[in-house]
């Protein structure tokens, strides 16, 4: 079985591009079309949006999944709308992996011993999308309980070619109040980043070069990136904050290993909603929002390639 | 509109405990008759576990509902069997809330900006079950992320009457490993106290002696527990780990205030599985299943009021 961060890099070194979709669905941002035709069908409100978010995201999977490998849903935005919106959610899953994509479900998920395991088993489907309810090749995960929370995941994730993405350093404005606390001579997310790369290492295959615990570490604060890279040389990252939130492709350089490989580049709101963008509101409109999705989705793997050590990727055959 | 945390209290003095029941289902363990009448039913596994777990937790529900004031549903065993096993999740929360249960989603969400906001929306009902897709009284939060991110969850808690438990210390083996560093002069559970009283004050109606922001701290550290009560007088505890998990009613004690009131304390497995005890197994078996978990919440209860300030809520009228 061949591990989530080999499974990652092949995919990388196909699309030749470190860039993840995220794929987060606002009802009042949709294009009314979709509002309108999802209205249309009946039922009721959670019914109603869920469509939306369902017809919308897939929409978003079939612009994407030409260009890049992985994609990211925000699980929250389908958990808000109840039963619905969580079958729209494992139908935009599927599809994602109907289309080739890797799935990181963003779920933020955390909790102890056999509480974590029952976590771990319905989200950590790895290679065979039949093997979790929830069809994800790798989940985002919560620290704060302890390095022992990490364990049910980590083992789970090893036995079906899963990954993890620890948070580590997030990319909201308030994420140093707790992160970056000074704690015994370091700062806490080192601390957390120590946990992430001894689990990460524990569970390791041989032949692996990186891990298949990876972690979270926002663009939006470049220097803690830079260090934390260093600290977890084979801790796959995820790093989140580019565009919309504020971080540059410059920022998100010290993510990535000279190869152009070890991280992935996340955009959501930039993508999904790029024709509410300055800019390529003038050019498109809400009319021709498929084409601003496209065009976003292209300007983000130019960009990337162009500042960033994944500009590698594109040298090869 | 109340508070949270008064209409807790409120309930806590109608039925004259602290006692928090989880719920907390699993296959393996659930009486065969139930398990039984699950698979006759027919359906995919997940249909049938799911059933399974619907019918237990109801049963539990109404043989609790007589004596406590308030369940916690544990997210994760409904989340691992994907949308059935939710859509039982969703059935059992409205059984509580029908039997005039306070109902606590023991799912440990936590999420940055927009992305926490709906998670909020989709769990926080409060006062109105039907506010929300999840009907939830009060949900636990996860902090690593920052105090920022506590910030939409208390907001909409205050417009919806509803309430929140933030990990603060948790029960587990591995808990001190992040939450017990000494940062910049005190522990990292001291920090996020400080931050948890900061958000609970600043949404605190005038009228309330509590807030309705609170705290997880578990009863498997019975001197963290005391500090932290002195760190947060006026914010809601929520105690695991009494029970199968080692802590005793004398760990749990330091939660309370004189009055008995300021905290719940939690037994999930304990109660759940009552039958599979020593002692409770020779004298019910599994035959009488239902006896033993009645049994379980009236010595429970009895603990509490022996060995707390609980007791006094056994002296008023």
Redesign the interface.
Known sequence: MAGFATRLHQQIQRKRTPALIGIDP?WDWLPSEIRQSAAAAGGSQ?EIVARGFERFSCEILELAAEHVAVVKP?V??F?????P???AL?TVMRKARQLGLLVIADA?????????E??A??WLAGEDPEAA??PADALTI????????LEPFASLARDRGAGLYV?VR??????????D????GTR?YS??AS?VVRVSEKYRRDEDSYGDVGAVVGATWPEQLQELRALMPRVPLLVPGYGSQGGTSADAAGAFAADGLGAVVNSSRGINFAWRRPGYQEQFGEGRWREAVAASIGEMIADLAENTAAGELRKRS
Chains 1, 2 share one sequence.
């Open positions: 606002r959670s925000q929250a935005f958990e808000q709308y109840g039963v919106g969580l079958q494992q933020k998920r955390g909790d102890i011993g056999t509480t974590a029952a976590y088993a319905g309810a929830w919560n620290p704060y309980l302890g390095g022992d929370t948070l997030t990319s909201n404005p308030g994420a140093a109040e707790f992160q606390r000074l704690t015994e806490m601390a957390v946990a």
